[in-house]
Structure formats: structure tokens, C-alpha cells
């Protein structure tokens, strides 16, 4: 296996694995290039990534933290800053498969220039087919690329999915933590802190992911994403909280057998099957050892403690437009509570304004996405 690979969002949690991960598969034999790393501010991981990997440019978002890396670090590697923007990046000839780890909304714009491109897209960013999942798989027709998943839940799917036949599939099922709150009341949550709401029992996430766990909006997200890849209703998508994360997802068929995909909650794994996918290949990571497990328990989730996973429900089935102010809404509300302006609940009241606000059309192109995209985050900041 060689590949040339670029990463968006190399310093974050997604983007640290994903170097690891590089580094195990050419410790294994393999030769996996890292052509292009982008950060924002996060310059002086970048520094140690680019110290390991050298590869041929870096993008910094920050054009002060651009001029502050190129004065310190940058006699090895080119150094690129938003005097271009991202989609510019993406359309270089010289490697082979993006890895999107991008948060949030950003990571649209990338994607589809990189589809358009003919790259394999090894994507972490939900966001992109949330708000545009027809759009994306229109393209990917088009262009005769793929697109595969990183998150766990989804890599998980498409594991166990590789084989069989779509008509097969009678229902996929995707498991989730249930977060820090998951035994707690709805009163003992609405007071919760940031710190509470960051600690997360099972996985190390970037402060934007790790809030969509606790309000369990990573889940909604996950259920409109999976939507979109496997091509399967919402109605025939159920999630069910599973709090010792090692079953990762099922999938149902017809004949009423399920299939289930297990291993430690490491997101080293599910990015490695994405950048070997089709093929596996041997890796250093930790095993699952059934000796040490003690139980596997689930639970169905409470739809009236975790709002937001009720919203995402709710609008994709409502589809057309909607879940593009959904995300808006939710990004621009997790940011607030972030910055401790509003509280927890504050985000889910936040996203139900903002739909109830939108008059939702099925017609839509391009524009007209970042258009409700902007309009969304506007209508939330001019209100507060």
C-alpha cells in the first residue's frame, strides 16, 4: 500500500490518531506520505507533526499564528495561510486521500471540492452530511470516488455490511455512551457545568464533539449521517445507549440475524480501516480481551432528558432544509454554553427556536445551504 495523504484539522484529536495511526501502518511495512497538514492556532503540535511526518506544506488558518509557525519552524516546510482558502487546498494534484477532521460546518466547502477533485475521502466531519447529504452522494455518483467513514458507529456499519445485500438490512442500530449525564436527572443536569458536560466517561474528543455527546446531539448527527451513507430511512435507524462503548453499532437484516462490530473504544481503529479500506492490516493497538470484560448493557435512551436527539429525529424526517438550520443552530448554541452565556438546556432551546422559526423547503442548491447556514447563526447572535 502507498498512499499520499492530507489531513484538514491535523493538530485535533481526529488528526493526532490519524498520525499515529500513519505511523503505525509504515512501522508495518507500509508507506503511507503525509503531503499536507492545517491547523488553525494549534501551531506548536503542528511543529511536533511536522518535525515526525515533514510533510511537503502546512495550512494555518490564523494568518498571526502563519507568520509566528514560518518564523520559528518554517525552514522545512512550505507554509500556506488563508491568502488561499481551503477548497484551494484540497484541489492539489500530489496526494491521494483527504482525511477530513474538521469540526463543524467548515469542513463542507473541502469536501466537496475534494470530491470533485477525485479523492478518496476518508471522512470524520458529520456536519458535511448533514446539511448536505444529498448533494454529496449526487457528486460521489458523479465523480466515482469514496467516501468512507471514520466514526466508529459508521465504520462499524459498513463492517458489518460488507457481504451483504441492501435489501437485506432490516434495521441498523447505533450505539452511543450515553455521555456524563447519562445517570443523572434532567434537574440535576440543567445546572451542570462545562466541566461536568466535558467529562466524558469512554472517549478523549475535541469541546465542540464532547458537548454533542452530552446532549447527545453527536448521536442525532450520527442518525441523519447514516441516513445519508447507507441509504436507508430514519424510521429503520435506532439508537440505543450502550455505556461501555464496545459494541460499536448493529445492523438487523431480514431474516431477523444481527451483526454487531466490537472493539475498544479507540478511534485509531476505525481510521485505519478507512485508510486500508478495503483491506485490513495488522496494527499495534490494544486488543479486546473478553477475560476482562465484565458486562455489556443497554439502555434505551430518554428522549425528554436528551432533547436534541429527539430535534435531530424530528428533522430529518421533516428533511429538506431544516436539518441545515439544526446545525447552525447547534453549533452556534454549543459555543455559547462554551463561553458560559447560556446554560445547558439553553442548547436544545436554542435549536427548537431556530426550526420553529424556518419555513423549510425541499429544493435546494449549494447557495442556498450557506445562505440559511449564515442566516441561522445571525437570526441566534442578533437575539441574544
Not at 74 to 97: A, C, R
Not at 254 to 265: H, M, N, R, Y
Not at 334 to 350: E, T
Request: glycine letters at 6%; aromatic letters at 8%.
Amino acid at each position: 500500500m502507498n498512499k499520499r495523504i492530507g489531513i484538514l484539522g491535523s493538530t485535533g484529536s481526529i488528526g493526532c490518531n490519524t498520525l499515529e495511526v500513519i505511523n503505525n501502518l509504515n512501522n508495518n511495512g507500509f508507506n503511507c506520505d503525509v503531503v499536507f497538514l492545517s491547523t488553525n492556532n494549534r501551531i506548536e503540535t503542528l511543529a511536533t507533526q511536522v518535525e515526525s511526518f515533514h510533510p511537503k506544506f502546512v495550512y494555518i488558518q490564523n494568518p498571526d499564528k502563519a507568520k509566528v509557525f514560518k518564523e520559528k519552524y518554517g525552514k522545512e516546510t512550505e507554509v500556506l495561510s488563508n491568502s488561499i482558502p481551503l477548497t484551494e487546498l484540497v484541489k492539489f494534484d500530489d496526494y491521494d486521500v483527504l482525511v477530513n477532521a474538521l469540526v463543524g460546518f467548515a469542513g463542507l466547502s473541502p469536501t466537496l471540492e475534494a470530491i470533485k477533485n477525485g479523492k478518496y475521502i476518508a471522512l470524520a466531519n458529520k456536519e458535511v452530511l448533514v446539511v448536505a447529504g444529498a448533494l454529496v452522494n449526487k457528486l460521489i455518483d458523479h465523480h466515482k470516488i469514496q467516501l468512507i467513514p471514520i466514526d466508529s458507529e459508521h465504520s462499524a456499519i459498513l463492517q458489518c455490511l460488507l457481504g451483504e445485500q441492501h435489501k437485506s438490512i432490516s434495521k441498523i442500530i447505533l450505539t452511543a455512551s450515553g455521555g456524563p449525564f447519562r445517570t443523572k436527572t434532567k434537574d440535576e443536569i440543567k445546572d451542570s457545568s462545562i466541566v461536568d458536560a466535558l467529562n466524558h466517561p469512554n472517549w478523549n474528543m475535541g469541546n465542540k464533539i464532547t458537548i454533542d455527546s452530552a446532549t447527545m446531539m453527536n448521536k442525532g448527527l450520527e442518525v441523519i449521517e447514516a441516513k445519508w451513507l447507507f441509504n436507508i430511512d430514519v424510521n429503520n435507524i435506532e439508537v440505543i445507549i450502550h455505556p461501555q462503548s464496545i459494541i460499536h453499532s448493529l445492523v438487523e437484516f431480514a431474516d431477523s440475524s444481527v451483526k454487531a462490530q466490537l472493539g475498544i473504544p479507540d478511534m485509531k481503529i476505525p481510521i485505519q480501516f478507512a485508510l486500508t479500506y478495503p483491506e485490513r492490516v495488522p496494527s499495534d493497538f490494544p486488543k479486546l480481551d473478553f477475560n476482562v470484560i465484565k458486562e455489556l448493557t443497554f439502555e434505551k435512551p430518554d428522549l425528554d432528558k436528551f432533547e436534541c436527539l429527539n430535534i435531530a429525529f424530528e428533522t430529518i424526517k421533516a428533511g429538506g432544509t431544516y436539518p441545515i438550520v439544526m446545525n447552525a443552530a447547534n453549533e452556534v448554541a454549543v459555543d455559547l454554553f462554551l463561553k458560559n452565556k447560556i446554560g445547558f438546556y439553553g442548547i436544545s432551546d436554542i435549536i427548537k427556536k431556530s426550526l420553529d422559526n424556518h419555513i423549510g423547503k425541499n429544493d435546494f442548491e449549494l447557495d442556498d445551504i450557506f445562505e440559511i447556514d449564515k442566516k441561522t447563526r445571525d437570526e441566534i447572535l442578533i437575539a441574544l
